[in-house]
């Protein structure tokens, strides 16, 4: 029996879940989970349930839109592999660790290409049977590779997510646009500290005592995108930058590959500029 993954946002009012598990249980659905956040300060209510059973999604998103509030989204997520474009530059560790990932069977989701405007990591994805395109910056402004960055990109037919892999080119916000809420980036940074480039010399020079990583979406405020996952670790004052960036390399894949993992089992929501995940 499939089960389906139903996504709500709506404006919060009393009643809701017992509205929600009322439709499921007229539907002949179990449930398999649950899990529900209010956020008191804005009055909004959030809801992620895998549900089982024979399911008309869209008569099934019908019925709930109907009994919620008038600006509620509701998503009913058939279970199926999304596809993604991985995209990096020279740095080989973030996109090794999710193309290993990829290859053990860990990431439910279609690969479609690793993209870059250098040739210099084809040999390392050839290695996995993906296809590798490189569409080189050089002779070109701005604008004019991002637009054929934007063409490759679309050649792919439906991409739900595409992940930056130390992918380091700033994007404009046409191309944030024609991609909204799925571009997932990892920073070599605990944000909001350090942020640009070269952060673990700005850190060094700073003294502090932990550094860390930030996976967060990509918005047009460079580093400022609602933030995904985070993790850090303690350093010492022996710690030069060059090893706060050998040891910050390694928190990069653990945190960008749990990014990716909460967004290919759909459980974050975006609201406003922070996420709510489940």
């Given at each position: 029996m499939?089960?389906?993954?139903?996504?709500?946002?709506?404006?919060d009012?009393k009643?809701l879940v017992?509205?929600?598990?009322?439709?499921?249980?007229?539907?002949?659905?179990n449930i398999?989970?649950?899990?529900?956040?209010v956020d008191?300060?804005?009055?909004r209510?959030?809801?992620?349930?895998v549900?089982?059973?024979?399911i008309?999604a869209?008569?099934l998103q019908e019925k709930l839109?109907?009994l919620?509030?008038?600006?509620?989204?509701v998503h009913?997520i058939a279970?199926?592999k999304?596809n993604?474009?991985?995209?990096?530059?020279?740095e080989s560790?973030?996109?090794?660790?999710i193309?290993?990932?990829?290859?053990a069977?860990?990431?439910d989701?279609?690969?479609?290409?690793v993209v870059?405007?250098y040739?210099l990591?084809?040999?390392?994805?050839?290695?996995?049977?993906?296809?590798f395109?490189?569409?080189?910056?050089?002779?070109l402004?701005?604008q004019?590779?991002?637009?054929?960055v934007?063409k490759t990109?679309?050649?792919f037919?439906?991409?739900d997510?595409?992940v930056?892999?130390k992918?380091m080119?700033i994007?404009t916000?046409?191309?944030?646009?024609?991609f909204?809420?799925?571009?997932?980036?990892?920073h070599?940074?605990?944000?909001?500290?350090?942020i640009?480039a070269?952060?673990?010399?700005?850190a060094?020079e700073?003294?502090?005592?932990?550094?860390?990583?930030?996976a967060?979406?990509v918005n047009?405020?460079?580093?400022e995108g609602?933030?995904?996952?985070?993790?850090?670790?303690p350093i010492?004052?022996?710690?030069?930058?060059?090893?706060?960036?050998?040891s910050?390399?390694?928190v990069?894949k653990?945190?960008l590959?749990r990014?990716?993992?909460l967004?290919?089992e759909?459980?974050?929501f975006v609201?406003?500029?922070?996420?709510?995940i489940?």
């Amino acid at each position: 029996m499939k089960q389906y993954t139903i996504l709500i946002d709506s404006p919060d009012e009393k009643g809701l879940v017992y509205k929600i598990s009322k439709v499921f249980f007229q539907h002949e659905l179990n449930i398999i989970s649950n899990n529900e956040f209010v956020d008191k300060e804005n009055s909004r209510f959030f809801m992620r349930s895998v549900v089982a059973g024979d399911i008309n999604a869209s008569q099934l998103q019908e019925k709930l839109s109907t009994l919620l509030p008038k600006e509620a989204t509701v998503h009913v997520i058939a279970p199926k592999k999304k596809n993604i474009v991985l995209m990096a530059t020279k740095e080989s560790h973030a996109l090794g660790d999710i193309l290993i990932r990829y290859e053990a069977g860990e990431l439910d989701a279609n690969i479609l290409a690793v993209v870059s405007n250098y040739d210099l990591l084809e040999p390392l994805v050839s290695k996995f049977d993906i296809p590798f395109v490189t569409v080189s910056h050089v002779d070109l402004n701005r604008q004019e590779h991002e637009d054929k960055v934007i063409k490759t990109l679309q050649s792919f037919g439906e991409i739900d997510y595409i992940v930056l892999a130390k992918y380091m080119r700033i994007l404009t916000p046409n191309f944030v646009d024609t991609f909204r809420d799925k571009i997932i980036n990892i920073h070599h940074s605990f944000l909001p500290a350090f942020i640009g480039a070269n952060p673990y010399k700005q850190a060094y020079e700073r003294g502090v005592k932990i550094i860390g990583a930030t996976a967060h979406f990509v918005n047009n405020n460079l580093d400022e995108g609602p933030i995904i996952a985070q993790e850090i670790i303690p350093i010492n004052h022996a710690y030069g930058w060059k090893d706060m960036q050998r040891s910050g390399r390694d928190v990069e894949k653990i945190v960008l590959s749990r990014a990716l993992k909460l967004a290919l089992e759909d459980r974050i929501f975006v609201y406003e500029n922070k996420t709510v995940i489940f």
